[in-house]
């Protein structure tokens, strides 16, 4: 089978990773998978896994990859076309709502089979404004036009869209992330656990780095305890500002955008991730393969994948005493530490590459059988 993965610029590492990681899992199992992309971010090469493979880029100017400013619309929909046409692919992977309305003419045009993946929960269909009743007239239109078969990595994310968009609850399938095992593994924990506290972040609000440096406030009887934050974003300049008002500019360390995360995690004796948003948190995920312990936030997607005290241990969102309650206990209580770091391989094993890529081929296989179907 030859997939077509498209996807716009990516600002951050986690659908990059996905994408790469599906790609070469598909690869490996003996079909042919290529990536187009829309544009290139500043900042891509720092956050996306290199890979040789990542082989079609269409050069387009950044703006093509601002889905809701047309002006290379036209353009860009009429390059896709050639170049799919040259491609030929059995079917098109499409990443991100806004990539479907943006060459959903294309995949009607062409009679090519879809598969969307939503990575997120899209919050863009609630409410009555105009915008909103944009967003889900323009996704409605682009879902019965391209009539793709529709996947979302968690039952929350798929609830989001049906419930927005009124459609039949099962109408997105669920599929979980996956997760490249021998990246992370390998090494024996160290013991005792480092006390360095790791969070993988943009610099955003909506990852809530505000309220780890706070929780690290409330652990001042732990003077040792340091937290790093790897990633970059526009908030950098207000959060060493929040350390240093709190007395923690020795405690607190901003790495910027990093490649060694490997490295960060086994050097690490907890790892926070504590957004109020996700999809399905690859960093969790990333963490558990490495035999570190998660604290994530009760929200959904997190919520969904990490197990309170099975996998790892879940608190409430913007919390700063739950959190460092909970990092102590990592600490203090070795059986439950134990216990989360097995339940997070046990998880891990799950989400293994080779069995999500196989999952994907078959929602592949669906998609064209559908589209034979009715046609």
Same mark, same amino acid.
């Given at each position: ?211 780890? %440096?706070?929780?690290? /406030?409330?652990?001042?009887?732990? @003077?040792?305890?340091?937290?790093? &934050?790897? *990633? $970059? !974003? ?48 690859? %960093?969790?995920?990333? /963490?558990?393969?490495?035999?570190? @312990?998660?604290?994530?936030?009760? &929200?959904? *997607? $997190? !919520? ?48 293994? %590459?080779?069995?999500? /890529? ?18």
């Amino acid at each position: 089978m030859r997939i077509a993965h498209f996807m716009d610029r990516v600002p951050c590492g986690g659908i990059g990773t996905v994408v790469d990681l599906i790609h070469r899992g598909t690869i490996a199992a003996g079909h042919e998978s290529h990536v187009i992309t829309g544009g290139r971010d500043e900042g891509w090469e720092d956050w996306l896994l290199s890979s040789p493979d990542w082989n079609e880029d269409l050069g387009f100017p950044d703006e093509i990859t601002v889905f809701w400013k047309w002006r290379y619309r036209r353009r860009f929909c009429e390059a896709l076309s050639r170049h799919l046409v040259a491609l030929a692919p059995d079917v098109i992977h499409v990443h991100k709502v806004p990539v479907l309305i943006m060459i959903e003419p294309v995949l009607r045009r062409l009679g090519i089979p879809s598969v969307l993946t939503v990575h997120g929960i899209v919050k863009g269909f609630a409410g009555g404004g105009a915008g909103n009743f944009w967003n889900r007239h323009a996704f409605r239109g682009a879902l019965a036009g391209s009539r793709c078969r529709c996947v979302a990595v968690s039952a929350s994310a798929a609830r989001c869209v049906e419930e927005g968009l009124g459609l039949a609850p099962g109408r997105f399938k669920v599929q979980g992330n996956p997760i490249d095992e021998g990246r992370f593994s390998g090494r024996a924990p160290v013991l005792p656990p480092p006390r360095s506290i790791l969070m993988l972040s943009r610099l955003v609000r909506m990852k809530r780095i505000q309220t780890a %440096v706070r929780a690290l /406030a409330v652990l001042d009887d732990k @003077p040792e305890f340091r937290l790093r &934050v790897a *990633g $970059s !974003g526009p908030m950098q300049e207000e959060l060493e500002a929040l350390a240093d008002s709190l007395s923690l500019t020795a405690r607190v360390e901003f790495l910027g955008a990093r490649r060694d995360v490997p490295d960060l995690l086994h050097a690490a004796g907890v790892v926070w991730h504590l957004s109020n948003s996700e999809g399905g948190p690859m %960093v969790a995920l990333e /963490a558990m393969a490495a035999r570190v @312990p998660v604290v994530v936030t009760d &929200v959904p *997607g $997190s !919520g969904e994948l990490v197990q309170h005290e099975v996998n790892g241990l879940v608190v409430p969102l913007s919390s700063p005493p739950a959190v460092a309650a909970a990092t102590r206990r990592l600490w203090q209580d070795e059986g439950l530490r134990q216990r989360v770091i097995e339940g997070g391989l046990a998880t891990v094993v799950r989400h293994g %590459v080779a069995r999500v /890529a196989a999952e994907y081929v078959e929602h592949y296989k669906a998609a064209v059988s559908e589209h034979h179907a009715r046609y």
